[in-house]
Nanobody, 123 residues
Framework: QVQLVESGGGLVQAGGSLRLSCVAS????????MGWFRQAPGKEREFVAA????????VYADSGKGRFTISRDNAKNTVYLQMNSLKPEDTAVYYC????????????????WGQGTQVTVSS
């Protein structure tokens, strides 16, 4: 059974940086397209970034373009989200997920999810 475990969240001041990690186990990580999503209180879970199985293709939501970078290390079964120039509106629980059907930016296309890691950006 596939499991995803996120880490790296925390409290940071506006303008600061965080790097989130997501370690996968129980499957063939190198064959999975991966995504990061986030959910703020009272809001729907939204797409942040995605990366193809090889790392050769990435997609970003407009909210993170130029500030966030998704990457992966298939030897470590890990996907990362480097977040720079953080803003208070980036505050949310961040989730990594495995895409299981068509729809890179659609949360319903992802069939396996981690438990999430909290990111709080203070102003």
């Amino acid at each position: 059974q596939v499991q995803l475990v996120e880490s790296g969240g925390g409290l940071v001041q506006a303008g600061g940086s965080l790097r989130l990690s997501c370690v996968a186990s129980g499957g063939t990580f190198s064959s999975y397209d991966m995504g990061w999503f986030r959910q703020a209180p009272g809001k729907e879970r939204e797409f942040v970034a995605a990366i193809s199985w090889s790392g050769g293709s990435t997609v970003y939501a407009d909210s993170g373009k130029g500030r966030f970078t998704i990457s992966r290390d298939n030897a470590k079964n890990t996907v990362y989200l480097q977040m720079n120039s953080l803003k208070p509106e980036d505050t949310a629980v961040y989730y990594c997920a495995i895409r299981t059907t068509i729809g890179t930016m659609n949360r319903r296309a992802y069939g396996y999810w981690g438990q999430g890691t909290q990111v709080t950006v203070s102003s």
